[in-house]
């Protein structure tokens, strides 16, 4: 049995030594002002290091699928490299960015996200990934019964847009590294930051959802089995995507440090289990009780629907 943790938007915040100068004139401005308003209180240094800590020591490989920092500042990248640092200690990690993580374009153009966490996104299979400002990707690791896939979604984007794109390249990438005799042999697991549903409305859908969603379906339509593990909703969010073939797991953990009462929201992760002949044996998640820090797991907590 192999089994994978899935943590998101780890929203790591460093306050000591932020700059006024590199917040207050870009986008960061609306961000930092968040922290200061709303996200600090939300966001709890204590409950993330307890969630890292019990998803690393309950999983052969711990995947983070995006917004790893807050507002992409050096201080930020460099904590939360020590964090995954940390948990590696206990298992092996895959990451893929997400809208926080390339907050500016100053962020791709210093290719911060792959400079910091390069050793999170080494491939068995290099050469089918492109060249992109966020890394090489896809990235894919080749695990027992899985081949874990990790793609970004991350582009810069104005003030109150957080919306993703695969893009044309890494489709077609994504399409040659599924078509792969070692990869088809395995159960695929598709990491991405952003969910690979349509939103309800065509204006919320370009404003904070995956662009290209429809393209993205359109390439995992060969497949018959697997799952599609996703963040950026802060919400534990489970749906069957329905293929030519069959059916994936499409599973959407919430914020990983998140204080809520609601416990489809509040802090925790989320768990996974394949079989050696590559069936996926359960999904469930962990919620932190926050009245004793320990962890209380659920089958299926979100209700399960399907979605074309």
């Known amino acids: 049995m192999f089994r994978i943790a ?3 938007d780890l929203h790591v915040f460093a306050p000591t030594g932020v700059e006024l100068r590199r917040v207050l004139f870009n986008k960061r401005i609306t961000g930092y002002a968040n922290l200061l308003t709303k996200r600090a209180r939300v966001y709890r240094q204590d409950y993330l290091l ?16 995006g917004d790893i920092t807050n507002l992409s500042l050096e201080a930020e990248y460099d904590e939360a490299t020590r964090l995954l640092r940390d948990a590696a200690g206990s298992t092996e990690v895959t990451v893929v960015p997400g809208n926080h993580d390339i907050y500016l374009p100053i962020t791709l153009r210093e290719r911060r996200f792959p400079h910091h966490f390069s050793g999170f996104m080494h491939s068995d299979l290099p050469e089918l990934a492109v060249d992109l400002s966020a890394g090489r990707f896809p990235s894919v690791k080749l695990r027992g019964p899985v081949a874990l896939i990790g793609l970004t979604t991350a582009v810069p984007r104005p003030p109150f847009v957080s919306a993703g794109v695969v893009g044309a390249l890494q489709l077609e990438a994504l399409a040659r590294v599924l078509a792969h005799p070692e990869v088809a042999r395995r159960t695929p697991v598709i990491l991405l930051h952003h969910s ?3 939103s309800l409305f065509r204006l919320e859908q370009l404003r904070g959802g995956l662009v290209d969603a ?6 995992l339509q060969p497949l018959e089995r ?3 593990l996703y963040g950026h909703l802060h ?3 489970h749906a069957r995507l329905l293929t030519a073939r069959g059916a994936l797991d499409a599973v959407c953990s919430t914020a990983a440090a998140l204080d ?3 416990v489809r929201i509040r802090a925790g992760f989320n768990q996974y289990e394949v079989d050696d002949d590559g069936r996926i044996a359960s999904v469930g ?3 932190l009780d926050p009245a004793t820090l320990r962890f209380r797991r659920y089958d299926l907590l979100a209700p399960m629907v399907e979605r074309a």
């Open 50 to 65: 307890q969630v890292l800590d019990a998803a690393a020591r309950e999983c052969d490989h711990l995947v983070v699928t």
């Open 6 to 8: 899935h943590v998101s």
């Open 196 to 198: 690979p549903f349509d």
């Open 226 to 228: 697997g799952l599609v």
């Open 235 to 237: 919400l534990r969010e």
């Open 260 to 262: 809520h009462p609601d």
């Open 285 to 287: 998640t962990s919620v």
């Open 214 to 219: 429809p393209a993205l379906r359109a390439v």
